[in-house]
């Protein structure tokens, strides 16, 4: 009998992917186990293994076309089966949750099994609601229990959530939902094209709404005279190069960050409700998020513990971050637990400009291009080399003052950076 695997729920809020390509085609035999297709999530690139042996009959989704968790990917069976419908349980693979194939019951068994399980849940009071739909709920503060269910067997979908936090219209009658819906190819003046919001740019827009809905959002900006940190980073860059490591200005300020964020560690915090209560999260550990510009997005690999690591350590641990993320390699668990965001705008020529942190994070540094000032130093003019410090934070955890005095510390260890000359004379020595 045929099978159908359905996408699986992976996890981490998840709730569909794009098909990036097949790596079989129907009427090839698979292998359990044998890699089927991989999928771009919002996060990153996943390959699913095949969780059966037996022949392609159908595949069910282009390359390039979305799909969403629980919608059947791939039909497996036997040379003349017939596709069946077909019900997934969960299996195990490592860290992904893939789609175990199960024979199905026949139709005429399946339907008043199915019907007698709602109508038996809903005597108990029970909410059929699938775990995606109780996030959204929860997301947009809706108790899931008082919506009514349009989906089969009166099941919640999202639909009847954001129709209940007023996201969507009311429902309209059939006959109208069925209506062919005609997408022009221009608009009054000339042609255009329609890119879907999808991926990683769909994940940012979603975190960047979620930001400025739930923060009281300033930006503070100042200037760091980076002088002398030219010079440590040109005098050991080579060093660096030796050991195979690209040294940049970034573990630098990952340094001097995690500096200030001792002495100011409301900007190493979270703001989150707990038991209906409002509660500052203080973190007691130092994990500095970096964006990544890819072809894709913006992408936030995590250095864990960065506090314990050198400058050297660091470098080489953000660029292979920065490399796995380019490629969409990167795994989950390098792209959680951050606690604080430094993103740069200066390799490509940016000076000053607005971060948003990096939701629910209370904070986030940004970083112009270094270029050279005319600035006064004893009653003379001379020529400085300047960073630019965009820093934005969430005015109802910190206070305007005490971001002003967090930007000082942090630029009078790049303004000084001895305690980093100390570090890697160690390891240059």
């Known amino acids: 009998m045929a099978y159908n695997f359905k996408f699986p729920d992976i996890g981490e809020g998840l709730v569909e992917g794009v098909v990036v390509a097949w790596k079989v085609k129907e009427g090839e035999r698979v292998d359990e186990d044998q890699d089927l297709v991989d999928i771009e999530t919002e996060k990153a690139v996943f390959t699913l293994p095949s969780p059966a042996e ?27 089966e017939e596709v069946r419908k077909a019900e997934v349980k969960e299996k195990v693979y490592g860290e992904a949750v ?11 068994e399946e339907k008043p099994a199915k019907k007698r399980a709602a109508v038996e849940a809903a005597a108990a009071g029970k909410v059929l609601a699938a775990p ?13 229990s008082q919506v009514k ?65 739930n923060a009281a959002l300033v930006t503070h900006h100042d ?35 995690i500096e200030g964020l001792k002495r100011y560690p409301y900007l190493n915090s979270t703001l989150e409700n707990v038991g209906g209560e409002e509660y500052i999260i203080l973190k007691k550990y130092f994990n500095i998020g970096v964006a990544v510009d890819t072809p894709d997005g913006v992408i936030v690999p995590v ?19 920065a490399e796995k993320a380019r490629e969409r390699k990167i795994d989950l668990a390098d792209l959680k637990g951050s606690t604080f965001t430094i993103t740069n705008v200066g390799f490509i020529g940016g000076t000053y400009f607005t971060p948003i942190p990096n939701h629910p994070e209370v904070a986030v540094l940004g970083l112009g291009r270094i270029e ?11 020529v400085r080399k300047v960073m630019p410090l965009s820093l934005t934070f969430d005015h109802r955890v910190v206070d305007g003052a005490d971001a002003a005095r967090f930007v000082n510390a942090v630029k009078e260890y790049l303004e000084d950076p001895d305690l980093f000359l100390v570090e890697l004379g160690k390891q240059t020595g």
């Open 149 to 213: 269910g349009t989906g089969k067997d009166g099941r919640i979908t999202e639909e009847d959530v954001q129709r209940v936090a007023g996201k969507i219209p009311p429902a309209e009658k059939e006959e109208k939902e069925v209506e062919v819906k005609q997408v022009k190819k221009y608009d009054m003046y000339g042609y255009i094209t329609r890119v879907p919001l999808k991926g990683v740019k769909k994940v940012v827009a979603r975190k960047m709404r979620e930001a400025i809905s």
């Open 98 to 108: 893939v789609g175990v194939l199960e024979e199905a019951p026949e139709e005429e």
């Open 54 to 80: 037996g022949m392609v009959l159908k595949i069910h989704y282009k390359e390039g076309e979305a799909i969403r968790v629980g919608d059947v990917l791939i039909t497996i069976g036997e040379a003349g």
């Open 132 to 144: 995606a739909v109780r996030r959204l709920a929860k997301e947009l503060k809706i108790d899931v």
């Open 223 to 257: 200037e760091a005279d980076v002088t002398h940190l030219v010079e440590v980073r040109e005098r050991h860059k080579e060093y660096a190069k030796g050991k195979g490591i690209r040294l940049t200005y970034i573990p630098f300020v990952i340094k001097t960050v």
């Open 372 to 382: 050279e000032r005319p600035v006064v130093r004893g009653g003379k003019v001379v």
């Open 303 to 321: 250095i864990k513990g960065a506090d314990q690591k050198t400058v050297l350590d660091i470098a080489k641990e953000a660029e292979g971050l």
